[in-house]
């Protein structure tokens, strides 16, 4: 059974940083596209950042040059490290992947980790 499963979420200050993990089990990831998404209170899911099988990055205008997604494609796992964090990254965090070929859609989904950013 394929799980994605995150952590690091938490409180943090305005300007502080957190790094999410994404711990996918159940088939080898090394080969998907893998990426992060959030849903801010009261608001859509939106798009953060992507990694390709490649390591190839694109990030969301709004986090860019903050946050870094990377892989480390031998443990499955894929890291989102959030730096200068500002009240409004507030959201749930959630990590997914993409079966090659089914792009842009993303196929699984894992169950979301909070992270609240003070003023």
């Known amino acids: 059974q394929v799980q994605l499963v995150e952590s690091g979420g938490g409180l943090v200050q305005a300007g502080g940083s957190l790094r999410l993990s994404c711990a996918a089990s159940?088939?080898?990831?090394?080969?998907?596209?893998m990426g992060w998404f959030r849903r801010p209170p009261g608001k859509q899911r939106e798009f953060v950042a992507t990694?390709?099988?490649?390591?190839?990055?694109y990030y969301a205008n709004s986090v860019k040059g903050r946050f870094t997604i990377s892989r480390d494609s031998a443990k499955d796992t894929v890291y989102l490290q959030m730096n200068s964090l500002k009240p409004e990254d507030t959201a749930v965090y959630y990590c997914a992947a993409q079966v090659p070929g089914t792009s842009p859609s993303y196929n699984y989904w894992g169950q979301g980790t909070q992270v609240t950013v003070s003023s």
């Open positions: 990694i390709s099988s490649r390591d190839s990055t």
């Open positions: 159940g088939r080898t990831f090394s080969g998907y596209t």
